[in-house]
């Protein structure tokens, strides 16, 4: 899969600032088919409806969270095999073992560099 041609991203974040940090990342990376949403449970509805091949979320949102929104995808058909990266400032030994426990691909610390970003968004592609 072409990273730049084919691959179809959702960005979470509630933070605006967070969400254009993200999105100008992919735009660096060269990744331009992507969607953005503010809430998990908005990312999730949108999910259902419209699958794309990855999300990147941040983990502390309001209401339903990086994790909980992994959750969901993982219980639904349509999203089961999307890959997910967790964008969190402070990554905990328990986030991370629940994470994996549910099907979380990769977490990238922020802040991060885009170098950082493109390496963990190949590393997922790898296992799509």
């Known amino acids: 899969m072409s990273l730049k041609d084919s691959l179809r991203v ?3 974040d509630d933070m605006s600032t967070s969400r254009g940090i993200i999105t ?3 735009d660096e990376i060269g990744i331009k088919n992507y969607m953005v949403e503010n809430s998990g449970e908005g990312a999730y509805k949108k999910l259902v409806q419209t699958p794309v091949h990855m999300v990147l979320s941040d983990y502390n949102m309001p209401g339903m969270d990086g994790l909980g929104l992994l959750k969901a995808l993982r219980s639904h058909q349509v999203t089961q095999r999307v890959g997910f990266i967790l964008v969190t400032g402070k990554p905990t ?3 991370i073992q629940v994470g994996k426990q549910i099907g979380l691909n990769n977490i ?3 802040p991060f560099t885009v170098a950082t970003m493109k390496q963990a968004i190949e590393q997922v592609v ?3």
């Open 93 to 95: 030994p328990e986030m």
């Open 126 to 128: 790898g296992r799509l």
């Open 24 to 26: 100008q990342s992919l």
């Open 10 to 12: 959702m960005v979470v």
């Open 108 to 110: 990238v610390r922020k």
